[in-house]
């Protein structure tokens, strides 16, 4: 006798085995994702300010990086018609309206008008922090010193100090 497949115990036996992995995994991962999600947005603000940083000096102008704190977006352009530090007409937009993570928010930035700008020489015009969080109280940032140099930065005490990671 030819019998190929699988009893009816088999088949409760291994759905049983697979709802009590679910009933273990599902909870971690949703604690898992809100910090997944603060970081991913930390990268990315940190990955378009070196490309803005970059770009400074490729294109021997001034980028500037826009933060809105209303809408949790940034943007990024080239200053190359008047040095005012402003969106111009015929200025390249290399990012317009960028936005995060859904559920994470720019909460404050100690920049000056909640921008800074890279030189041609790759040196920070405006210098401070971009901090952010997200709903399960995750704190992390983004700091930006006058040399140019780019860090994220994190709090354990809801942005009461902050330590570079």
């Given at each position: 006798m030819n019998n190929k497949g699988f009893t009816l115990a088999e088949v409760l036996v291994t759905?049983?085995?697979?709802g009590i992995m679910a009933a273990i995994s599902i909870p971690s991962y949703f604690s898992w994702l809100p910090k997944h999600k603060l970081k991913t947005s930390v990268r990315q603000i940190y990955d378009d300010l070196n490309l803005?940083?970059?770009?400074?000096?490729?294109?021997?102008?001034?980028?500037?990086?826009?933060?809105?704190?209303?809408?949790?977006s940034y943007s990024i352009f080239l200053d190359t018609k008047?040095?005012?530090?402003?969106?111009?007409?015929?200025?390249?937009?290399?990012?317009?309206?960028?936005?995060?993570?859904k559920d994470v928010n720019i909460y404050q930035?100690?920049?000056?008008?909640?921008?800074?700008?890279?030189n041609n020489r790759a040196l920070a015009v405006n210098t401070g922090q971009i901090y952010m969080t997200s709903p399960s109280g995750l704190y992390m940032g983004v700091d930006l010193n006058a040399a140019g140099n780019i860090s994220i930065i994190t709090s354990n005490d809801h942005g009461g100090t902050w330590k570079f990671d």
């Open positions: 759905i049983g085995i697979l803005a940083k970059m770009l400074a000096v490729k294109n021997n102008t001034n980028a500037v990086v826009k933060f809105s704190t209303l809408n949790n008047v040095a005012n530090f402003s969106l111009d007409a015929g200025e390249p937009e290399i990012r317009k309206g960028a936005t995060l993570e930035t100690t920049l000056t008008s909640n921008s800074c700008a890279f």
